[in-house]
């Protein structure tokens, strides 16, 4: 079976300071990820996904996440983040071709002023 | 666009009730999925359908029926209410499996008294 983890609850950080939200996931077979993010009030929007080819990719707002095989880990991180960037970060993996999409517990970033 | 629409976005229900949870996509796409989120769980799986006319069960089904007898529409059942069944529920969507991205509606809120 599939499982994700993302190894913290809670990640406070001040303001232009880096970050890293940390996702290991388990699997037989070969997945795709990826990084949702979700504001208070709201649904959750995709911020970035790994498919195939470079291991490291992007999102337009600055974060990255690079995907490595032998830790199977997709650890998302940011060089300076915003107040704006306060929200809840899940990662998630989708196995082949099956259809389903399993989420992590979830990561709350409080940035700080 | 409206994307994936759910209704009600709030509903408190009695122990022992039942009610239908309605999700809607415009986008003509195959994968439709219910998730609950409770705090610090992240998003659990509880139905989810490749196609018209199929579905299969999540991680957590139990206390859920689901049907998809049209591409657009994918509601979730809920027989004989129970507080365990308070939740933020999420329908989504995605056109492919694997490799594609999932669109959210804005959640509906239950609680079960």
């Given at each position: 079976a599939q499982s994700v983890t993302q190894l913290d609850s809670q990640v406070p950080v001040f303001e232009e300071a880096p970050v890293e939200l940390r996702c290991n996931y388990s699997s037989s077979?070969?997945?795709?990820?990826?990084?949702?993010?979700?504001?208070?009030?709201?649904?959750?929007?995709?911020?970035?996904?790994?498919?195939?080819?470079?291991?490291?990719?992007?999102?337009?707002?600055g974060f990255e996440a690079e995907f490595n095989k032998s830790q199977t880990s997709f650890h998302l991180r940011k060089p300076s983040v915003h107040i704006s960037d306060t929200a809840e970060y899940f990662c998630a993996v989708s196995p082949g071709n099956t259809g389903k999409l399993i989420f992590g517990q979830g990561t709350t970033l409080q940035v700080k002023p | 666009n409206a994307g994936v629409t759910q209704t009600p976005k709030f509903r408190i229900l009695k122990i022992g009730q039942s009610m239908t949870l309605q999700c809607t996509q415009d986008m003509n796409h195959n994968y439709m999925y219910w998730y609950r989120q409770d705090p610090g769980m992240g998003l659990k799986l509880i139905y989810y359908s490749v196609g018209a006319g199929i579905t299969d069960k999540g991680e957590v089904p139990n206390g859920y029926n689901v049907s998809r007898s049209t591409t657009e529409d994918f509601p979730l059942r809920l027989e004989l209410a129970a507080p365990s069944q308070t939740s933020v529920y999420f329908c989504a969507s995605r056109g492919r499996a694997g490799t594609g991205e999932l669109f959210f509606g804005e959640g509906s809120r239950l609680t079960v008294l």
């Open positions: 077979v070969s997945v795709y990820l990826f990084w949702y993010v979700q504001y208070p009030n709201q649904g959750l929007q995709l911020l970035l996904k790994y498919l195939s080819g470079s291991t490291l990719v992007e999102s337009i707002n | -």
